[in-house]
């Protein structure tokens, strides 16, 4: 038994890789360790993942819970101390966001995969203007 690479499946995974993109150029730019190729194969893995369970009708709940456990491992390795500053906690957050984004792309809910990854792009960005404020610390 295999999944039949469908213009649906193709569809999504195209826009798992483009709404992973967006995350990841916001990540790029402001040079932070997990960029554009890394948030793309989170969200195009985090899509297939939950295509395929869907396809061959493993308990998709089942995958999303393997998903979301399995990302904390990528997160957990952005994050790092220096001095008595804790850092990556955000890009750990992205790479959890932008599998969740993948996740939903793979079900095929569009709409709601799109608004998500442009809140998340909004959160990331407004960290420079939150510390300019005093609202966030670096």
Sequence with gaps: MHTALTVETLLSL?????LGACVG????LTHKPAGLRTHMLVSLGAC????VS????VDPARIASGIVAGIGFIGAGTIWGE???VKGIT???SLWATAAIGLTTGIGDYPLATVVTALVVIILASGGALRKIGLEKD
């Design 14 to 18: 195209l826009i798992a890789v483009a």
């Design 25 to 28: 150029i916001e990540r790029e």
């Design 48 to 51: 297939l993942f939950t295509i």
């Design 54 to 57: 869907v396809s061959f009708a």
């Design 83 to 85: 001095k008595d500053k």
């Design 91 to 93: 890009t750990a957050a």
